[in-house]
């Protein structure tokens, strides 16, 4: 080989390495995605909080119309008008006063100028006092409503991290537990060839991975599942890409939290704060429906210039002003019992709120209850676990040294195997019962991871 060629392929081998480090650069790399990141993607993508989040804005404009009834109306008008065939009234012939003749005379002018400012004060009407405070109320329930679809959602995205952590992990123990089928039949095959164990423990390793690749790929298909779903749950499109850099870790809650649970329930739980606001709305509704039973008192005033003539050429000496004010007081007397029917209407929508909220109340503590002894067991089964998996990865060790000594069968290392694949199981799937049975409890009690409460208060 020459000097030349030998150049030719040292610059062969360097342009190609700086492509495939080129290449490498390029490779699209996936965004790191904690639960904090998806959680705060839920709430600003999530379109039913944005729907909630436009009915507060619709809400508060209604407080100010509602404020609006309350303050002084002014109206300003005018009017031009030319006659084009004045009016006339009649009179009495006084030249001949028994021929019962009349004769018409025309009044009015040909122009007429009018320009006038009123002004309108509400003293007193029950249904704009109680408009107010029910707009208020409504207002408050928009707010309410919020909280409670975005406590949702964080409770949501919460578990569809969980549950993508899960089969992740699952994936993991899954390639796992082949990897050590696939090194016991490696053995196997060895000691075959060497005569130390039967054809029937060869078969025995075969069928083990065989069996396990079914499982491999049906957990690698749950695995896409569960983070389409959890994509789907932030509002991520399909071809965006991202890998969870949270894991399954667990911190117990402090029993103090369980042992208020039912009273921080009645305080702050969404739901039953909003029926709190629908009862107050239906008692503003009975208010209202009395509020015809009241009197209207209003304050009034009026000013106004006026001007009259037969030719158009007004000035300013051609303007009369006049000026007014008074107090207007109006109540109904009987309106065919209308009324009374709207009171005791509102007064029936009032005690079904009642009534609802008591149902509500009784079931959540049911659903409160429920997920405290989920906690309680998933915890004790986190516990539990711990241990399991060690004596069961020291019984799979034992297990196959002795098989290597030829002192233990085939047999009891692939259910050394599997025990301990179960136990890996077992630990994983009851941190992931104690991680979402957590999330639901949060949801009942209304709280929110401290990052979504500071940046989204209210």
């Keep these: 080989m020459t000097i030349r060629?030998?150049?030719?392929?040292?610059?062969?081998?360097?342009?190609?390495?700086?492509?495939?480090?080129?290449?490498?650069?390029?490779?699209?790399?996936?965004?790191?995605?904690?639960?904090?990141?998806?959680?705060?993607?839920?709430?600003?993508?999530?379109?039913?909080l944005k729907t909630a989040q436009l009915e507060i804005d619709r809400s508060n404009a209604r407080v100010l119309e509602a404020w609006g009834n309350a303050m002084p109306s002014i109206d300003l008008s005018g009017q031009f008008t030319r006659s084009l065939k004045l009016p006339v009234f009649f009179l009495p012939d006084f030249s001949d006063l028994s021929s019962g003749r009349t004769m018409p005379v025309r009044i009015g002018s040909d122009y007429t100028l009018n320009a006038t400012l009123s002004a309108q004060q509400i003293l007193f009407n029950g249904a704009v006092i109680v408009g107010v405070g029910a707009a208020k109320v409504y207002s408050n329930l928009a707010k309410d409503l919020f909280e409670s679809k975005r406590v949702e959602t964080v409770a949501k995205v919460r578990k569809a991290y969980y549950t993508?952590?899960?089969?992740?992990?699952v994936v993991e123990m899954m390639h796992a537990s082949l990897k050590n089928a696939e090194d016991n039949y490696k053995n196997?095959?060895?000691?075959?060839?060497?005569?130390?164990?039967?054809?029937?423990?060869?078969?025995?390793?075969?069928?083990?991975?065989?069996n396990l690749?079914?499982?491999?790929i049906q957990s690698e298909n749950n695995y896409e599942l569960a983070i389409d779903a959890l994509r789907n749950e932030i509002g991520l499109d399909k071809g965006e890409s991202f890998a969870m850099s949270d894991s399954l870790k667990i911190e117990f809650i402090d029993e103090s939290l369980i042992a208020n649970a039912d009273e921080m329930l009645i305080q702050s739980n969404p739901n039953l704060r909003a029926i709190e606001r629908q009862i107050e709305l239906n008692n503003a509704a009975v208010?209202?429906?009395?509020?015809?039973?009241?009197?209207?008192?209003?304050?009034?005033?009026?000013?106004q210039y006026q001007a009259a003539k037969n030719e158009l050429k007004f000035s300013k000496a051609d303007l009369i002003s006049s000026s007014m004010i008074g107090l207007s007081v109006s109540m109904n007397i009987f309106q065919g019992l209308?009324?009374?029917?709207?009171?005791e209407q509102a007064q029936v929508e009032q005690m079904k709120s009642e009534e609802q909220k008591v149902s509500t109340e009784r079931n959540l503590k049911t659903g409160l209850h429920s997920i405290i002894g989920n906690l309680r067991q998933a915890k004790k089964r986190v516990e539990a676990q711990e241990k399991t998996i060690e004596t069961a990865e020291r019984g799979y060790k034992i297990?196959?040294?002795?098989?290597?000594?030829?002192?233990?069968?085939?047999?009891?290392?692939?259910?050394?195997d599997v025990a301990l694949t179960q136990a890996k199981?077992?630990?994983?799937?009851?941190?992931?019962?104690?991680?979402?049975?957590?999330?639901?409890?949060?949801?009942l009690l209304g709280r929110l991871p401290s990052y979504i409460s500071n940046n989204n208060d209210r």
């Excluded at 993508?164 to 992990?169: E, F, T």
């Excluded at 209308?338 to 009171?343: E, I, L, N």
């Design 338 to 343: 209308q009324t009374r029917a709207r009171v």
């Design 287 to 303: 208010w209202a429906a009395r509020s015809s039973y009241m009197p209207t008192i209003a304050a009034f005033g009026q000013y």
């Design 213 to 216: 690749q079914p499982s491999v």
């Design 5 to 48: 060629s030998s150049s030719r392929i040292a610059l062969f081998i360097f342009a190609f390495s700086i492509i495939i480090q080129s290449a490498k650069a390029q490779a699209p790399v996936k965004k790191q995605l904690s639960l904090q990141d998806a959680i705060q993607l839920a709430v600003v993508n999530n379109p039913e």
């Design 425 to 443: 199981v077992n630990r994983i799937q009851a941190v992931y019962d104690y991680l979402v049975a957590l999330a639901d409890f949060d949801q």
């Design 164 to 169: 993508a952590l899960l089969a992740d992990k």
């Design 399 to 416: 297990a196959t040294a002795r098989y290597l000594s030829n002192a233990a069968t085939q047999l009891e290392v692939n259910d050394a």
């Design 188 to 210: 196997v095959l060895l000691m075959r060839q060497q005569g130390i164990v039967s054809e029937y423990d060869e078969l025995r390793a075969s069928v083990q991975v065989e």
